[in-house]
């Protein structure tokens, strides 16, 4: 079945930096688009970025020019580096597919962004 785990959150000071993984099984990896979602306490779970299959990005203006996120088809996995990390940031992050309309997520990793 699909499965979806993240890793690599943790507690950040300000201004520090963050690699978070996803690695998958289950689905035909490289065919699909990957999200990275987040959702701090008490606030909806919003999109941070998208990776599709030739590689074409988005991310959410909150994000842009601090995240980059990255695949490797051969190891099945979704990256999202995160730079100049801000209390704001500290959420849990959600790795995302789609497969036939049906939405999959990982478990999440906190990541906390404080002094």
Known sequence: ????????????????????????????????????????????????????????TYYADSVKGRATISRDNAKNTVSLQMDSLKPEDTAVYY???????RSYWGQGTQVTVSS
């Open 1 to 56: 079945q699909v499965q979806l785990v993240e890793s690599g959150g943790g507690l950040v000071q300000p201004g520090g930096s963050l690699r978070l993984s996803c690695v998958t099984s289950g689905f035909t990896f490289s065919n699909y688009t990957m999200s990275w979602y987040r959702q701090a306490p008490g606030k909806e779970r919003d999109m941070v970025a998208l990776i599709n299959s030739p590689g074409g």
């Open 95 to 101: 790795c995302n597919t789609r497969i036939f309309g």
